[in-house]
């Protein structure tokens, strides 16, 4: 067939544009998001990680146009939802709402990890942090703590130390605090942080270290006295409550930050739109108001940043995990 010299042209730009759509699937099915988004929670609801990303999903169902569903998988630390988002399709209609732990700590005290997090996710933003606060029961002698530091040089091995579990993020910073501060405590693990408070107020523990949404409330009612938070300056979360040196102890620190994940390989003109939208949701005053109330900060970083904050984060741990001597098996 001899087809006429302008027809044969738009022949061949046709043929050429059906290429470039069927190497790029997300450009052959529209701008993106053009399907509902899934952003699995490695965590039951009602927790932290959980409330942050049931703000951004809201935030970012208006802004693009498309259902953000909550998918809830718990199990294993973080690591059953962790690894279905590891493994699915990176398109960008499967993302992981999630915390230091499962996207850092874990693979410092874990022999068998099911995921690599620095090389099995796709960084996309931070979301919140908040800092660790060291707790005791509203009864305790120790007032700062020089005092829990001094009581426990001089009664190695008296101290319980309440923790949400073995390899867990309290544990780890534990570790951190005990090793500078030259002390011996018992490390007695729990199932979550509702157990860790009760056994801390009713005197199984001698203290504890968790996120402010889980001892805010018991601060208030004195059931729970603050002595520290675990950073170089104060928060402003809790502008009473002294930094560790402030309280006498060692010159330690950690950021607690929430992000969001994205299954490995997935095309950059996704993650920078996903970056922006959150960045846009995370200027919200209605979010950063909801986020203050569960003891938390905004916190937007670009995707370059959160990938190195995690590559050093899980080299930190790893650190801290053998000098401590915490593994998992």
């Known amino acids: 067939m001899h087809l006429p010299p302008i027809t044969r042209r738009r022949w061949s730009a046709l043929v050429a544009a059906q290429l470039v759509l069927a190497a790029s699937p ?26 942050i990303a049931r703000l951004l999903a809201e935030h970012l169902a208006a802004t693009f146009g498309q259902p953000v569903l909550i998918d809830n998988r718990p199990g294993g630390g973080g690591k059953i939802g962790s690894l279905a988002v590891a493994r699915a399709a990176p398109d960008g209609y499967t993302l992981l709402a999630t915390n230091m732990g499962p996207a850092a700590m874990a693979a410092s005290v874990e022999s ?3 995921y690599n997090p620095v090389a099995d996710f796709t960084p996309i933003s931070m979301s919140a942090s908040m800092p660790l606060v060291i707790c005791v029961a509203g009864d305790s002698p120790y007032k700062t703590i020089a005092d829990l530091v001094r009581d426990a040089k001089a009664r190695p091995g008296a101290l319980n130390f309440a923790t949400t579990g073995t390899g867990s993020t309290g544990h780890l910073v534990n570790a951190l605090f005990v090793g500078a501060s ?39 009612s004195g059931r729970l006295r603050a002595l520290a938070v675990v950073q170089k300056a104060r928060s402003a979360l809790m502008p009473e409550v002294p930094t560790m040196v402030e309280a006498g102890g060692p010159d330690v620190e950690i950021e607690y930050w929430n992000a969001v994940l994205a299954p490995p390989g997935t095309p950059a003109p996704i993650v920078q739109t996903l970056n922006e939208a959150i960045g846009k949701a995370l200027q919200s005053p209605a979010i950063k108001a909801k986020l203050e ?13 959160l990938q190195a904050t995690i590559e050093a984060d899980v080299a930190k741990w790893t650190k801290v995990a053998a000098a401590a001597g915490i593994k998992v098996d």
Do not use: F, H, W
């Open 182 to 220: 030259g002390i011996t405590v018992q490390n007695i693990p729990y199932k979550g942080g509702p157990e860790v408070t009760q056994a801390v107020i009713g005197g199984q523990g001698s203290y504890l270290l968790l996120v402010p949404s889980d001892v805010m409330g018991l601060m208030r």
């Open 293 to 305: 109330v569960a003891g938390m900060v905004p916190k937007y970083t670009s995707a370059a940043q």
């Open 26 to 51: 997300t450009l052959a099915q529209g701008a993106y998001p053009s399907k509902p988004i899934k952003l699995i929670v490695p965590y039951p609801p009602g927790g932290s990680t959980d409330l």
């Open 112 to 114: 068998k990890m099911p």
